[in-house]
């Protein structure tokens, strides 16, 4: 029979533009956020995280924007190359210990 | 340092079976998590361990179970194995005993059941 399965977005870029990537979290009390990269057949891989008390955050090529008015994170890919292709994944983490809450993901397909 | 282990990667079991699946975290870290993936339902968390205790537990039935050893290792068993246990079962390591801290995963064992 047929499988269903989630429907992921899917976004398209052109190699060498730039990526945005967003995702909406659930938790106002959530205080540390995290973006994933999931290639096929392996394990999420961390990109890049940010805290509660920042709205921004830089990385090689990555940046983190969160948006905690509207509950919104956003990881932008600079100059996006055929290696990154993936599924990204954002987390949310509400506080100590708590388990770490997950998107359902965006694949990203890098058109050389 | 070495990343997160998991073993087998892969798996191959009949409905009604159990499995046992291994996890070894990065050194130091004592914070061992579980998650499934499967293409229906996304990530979703299985269990914390931390110092030999279950510290927090998704909504997963009884059938799964977990522990953690001394050294930090840990083992999460499935029994009476059915058809939707088939997933990609991920093992993530963080260091911090509280406060957020940044997960890392296995590569995962791709789980079978036939």
């Known amino acids: 029979g047929e499988s269903v399965g989630l429907h992921l977005p899917t976004l398209s870029v052109q190699e060498g533009d730039n990526s945005i990537i967003n995702c909406a979290y659930s938790?106002?009390?959530?205080?540390?956020f995290i973006w994933y990269k999931q290639e096929s057949g392996k394990g999420p891989q961390f990109i890049i995280d940010i805290r509660s008390n920042m709205d921004k955050r830089q990385g090689q090529r990555v940046t983190v924007l969160l948006n905690k008015t509207v509950k919104h994170l956003s990881l932008q890919i600079a100059a996006t190359q055929p290696g990154d292709s993936a599924v990204y994944f954002c987390?949310?983490?509400?506080?100590?210990?708590?388990?770490?809450?997950f998107g359902t993901g965006t694949k990203l397909q890098v058109i050389p | 340092k070495a990343g997160v282990t998991q073993t087998p990667r892969y798996l191959i079991k009949t409905r009604g079976q159990q499995v046992t699946l291994s996890c070894s975290p990065i050194?130091?870290?004592?914070?061992v998590s579980w998650y499934q993936q499967t293409p229906g339902q996304g990530l979703q968390f299985l269990f914390e361990?931390?110092?030999?205790?279950?510290?927090n537990k998704g909504n997963f039935p009884g059938r799964f179970s977990g522990r953690q050893f001394s050294n930090s290792r840990s083992e999460m068993n499935v029994s009476t194995l059915e058809l939707g246990d088939s997933a990609l079962y991920l093992c993530?390591?963080?260091?911090?005993?509280?406060?957020?801290?940044?997960?890392?995963f296995g590569p995962g064992t791709r789980l079978t059941v036939l």
């Open positions: 987390a949310e983490n509400s506080g100590g210990y708590q388990k770490v809450t």
């Open positions: 938790n106002s009390a959530s205080d540390y």
């Open positions: 993530a390591s963080r260091g911090l005993a509280g406060g957020p801290d940044t997960q890392y």
């Open positions: 050194s130091g870290h004592r914070s």
């Open positions: 361990y931390f110092s030999e205790t279950q510290r």
